[in-house]
T-cell receptor, first 111, second 110 residues
Framework: QKEVEQDPGPLSVPEGAIVSLNCTYS??????FMWYRQYSRKGPELLMY????GNKEDGRFTAQVDKSSKYISLFIRDSQPSDSATYLC???????????FGAGTRLFVKA | DGGITQSPKYLFRKEGQNVTLSCEQN?????MYWYRQDPGQGLRLIYY???????QKGDIAEGYSVSREKKESFPLTVTSAQKNPTAFYLC?????????FGQGTRLTVV
């Protein structure tokens, strides 16, 4: 079993839809939770970063962490065609130097 | 223009040949990383370096080698011992827990 599980999709939604992207994990020592966005043939870039449990909101994006269920989510409101990309969840232990990445979910937002 | 610069963007290699991928940074990051990305598998760590003249193997180091002689540079050599080298390779610097990635090098073995 992988440390981080993420459905690779693809996920296709109409413009304006609410998108929910999710990851599960098995390592209870993970404390840092991140979402990266990767456009085609580009390097990933950090989108959201959360420490421990709780919610974090940034514009149309909301990240949620439920440590009791070992489950994290990224919500995108009012999705736009420019949101079409691969979204990778990532996690790390406190004091660690190795980030563990999910497989990435490919999202298509249709105009 | 600050950032992580990888070159070349596309690279073709014949079987049995070694090839070196370049990674340069001007962000003053102590830590640098090399990842390999394959479809459906996310990013897998090849090597990382936390300081000049020191580096550690990641999860899939076999068939790869690195050097870190300067803070700004962290080249990756894909050797002929790597059985399946065709992939997208990403270099990253790191500040805190945030990774800053280059634009990647797509290596194809022909």
């Amino acid at each position: 079993q992988k440390e981080v599980e993420q459905d690779p999709g693809p996920l296709s939604v109409p413009e304006g839809a609410i998108v929910s992207l999710n990851c599960t994990y098995s390592n209870s020592a993970f404390q840092y939770f991140m979402w990266y966005r990767q456009y085609s043939r580009k390097g990933p870039e950090l989108l959201m970063y959360t420490y421990s449990s709780g919610n974090k909101e940034d514009g149309r994006f909301t990240a949620q962490v439920d440590k009791s269920s070992k489950y994290i989510s990224l919500f995108i409101r009012d999705s736009q065609p420019s949101d079409s990309a691969t979204y990778l969840c990532a996690m790390e232990e406190t004091g660690g130097f190795k980030t563990i990445f999910g497989a990435g979910t490919r999202l298509f937002v249709k105009a | 223009d600050g950032g992580i610069t990888q070159s070349p963007k596309y690279l073709f290699r014949k079987e049995g040949q070694n090839v070196t991928l370049s990674c340069e940074q001007n962000l003053n990051h102590d830590a640098m990383y090399w990842y390999r990305q394959d479809p459906g598998q996310g990013l897998r760590l090849i090597y990382y370096s936390q300081i000049v003249n020191d580096f550690q193997k990641g999860d899939i180091a076999e068939g790869y080698s690195v050097s870190r002689e300067k803070k700004e540079s962290f080249p990756l050599t894909v050797t002929s011992a790597q059985k399946n080298p065709t992939a997208f390779y990403l270099c990253a610097g790191r500040q805190g827990k945030e990774a800053f990635f280059g634009q990647g090098t797509r290596l194809t073995v022909v």
